[in-house]
């Protein structure tokens, strides 16, 4: 979540399924063509915060998160049914460790939550890092190590980090001095890993060591123009190509990380979208989370579905999410 910076209205509402477009690459990222693309409503709801989407492809349900309305989700889209689990603060991220537990970051650290029981039980704790502060984003690497940032309260410049966390519970800090710490993913080869802090309007790239975790040769990617948003939850697709989340921007965006050029751009009738991740059977469904914070009272009659799921099949597939180990 970033606070608004700009106003930016694109919409076309229309009941059960809304027809959108889906922009092809130019050479400039401000710009685009189009083509028909349809996104539709997967789950309708008023979330605060929408965020954190993961699809779990050993149970075909997908998991996301309410920030700021303190609870975990879990939507099974053959049955079009979504249960939720209140959380004792505001959570971050949240990863699947097996069928019946998940990871969650919470404000003082990291939680083991029983999906049967509903119990969360400390896995490591990290309040002495957090202090003004409450951990974002994350996600497992190919190894199964969970990587999550933080961001400062009152969003103040610098004040993050992003660590990881092992199987031992064990925390390490990988990356000082960011602002909002959000999406990242990695390339099939585990040779690359692509990182946003959204205030940058950059993605940038490392080169990542599986077997160590380690990471090196920082680069911009993606340079990302203000008027298409800002970068929030990212997901990859199995072409290495990158799927964006654009808060106060009404869209998901695939950008070329070789390239740093965009290659599509789905609108969604959202004015904050804030992640995306491929699910269904196939990996071919790419559902989208959004927010109702931080809109104006115009925005919200604007979207009257702000806050809610929605799904696109974009014609190419996801990759299978690292679970935690």
Excluded at 96 to 102: E, I, L, R, T
Excluded at 117 to 132: I, P, Q
Excluded at 176 to 188: D, P, R
């Amino acid at each position: 979540m970033i606070k608004t910076y700009t106003f930016f209205l694109l919409s076309l509402i229309l009941v059960g399924c809304i027809s959108k477009e889906k922009k092809t690459a130019t050479t400039d990222n401000s710009k685009a063509t189009s083509i028909k693309n349809e996104v539709t409503l997967a789950y309708k709801t008023e979330a605060k915060l929408g965020e954190g989407a993961i699809w779990n492809y050993k149970t075909n349900a997908l998991l996301w998160i309410d920030i700021e309305g303190k609870a975990v989700h879990i939507y099974n889209p053959k049955t079009n049914k979504n249960r939720k689990i209140a959380t004792p603060s505001r959570i971050g991220t949240i990863v699947p460790k097996n069928d019946g537990d998940v990871l969650v970051a919470l404000e003082d650290g990291m939680y083991n939550l029983n999906l049967e029981t509903e119990t969360f039980t400390l896995f490591s704790d990290m309040k002495s890092d957090l202090a003004d502060s409450r951990l974002n984003d994350g996600k497992c690497d190919p190894s199964g190590r969970l990587w999550v940032g933080s961001m400062h309260l009152e969003q103040l410049e610098g004040k993050a980090n992003l660590y990881t966390i092992n199987g031992r519970g064990e925390k390490e800090t990988k990356i000082k001095n960011v602002t909002i710490s959000n999406g990242i993913v990695w390339t099939s080869d585990k040779k690359t890993m692509y990182y946003i802090d959204t205030p940058t309007s950059q993605i940038t790239a490392y080169d990542y060591d599986n077997e160590t975790g380690a990471i090196s040769n920082k680069r911009i990617a993606v340079s990302i123009p203000t008027e298409l948003g800002f970068p929030d939850g990212m997901t990859i697709d199995e072409e290495n190509m990158l799927w964006v989340g654009m808060w106060n921007g009404n869209a998901v965006i695939r950008f070329n990380p070789e390239t740093g050029k965009v290659l599509e751009k789905i609108e969604v009738p959202a004015h904050n979208i804030t992640s995306c991740a491929f699910g269904g059977d196939n990996l071919d469904v790419l559902y989208i989370t959004s927010a109702t914070v931080d809109m104006s009272d115009d925005e919200l009659k604007e979207y009257p579905l702000a806050g809610s799921v929605f799904k696109v099949v974009p014609g190419v597939k996801g990759v299978k999410s690292s679970f935690f180990k």
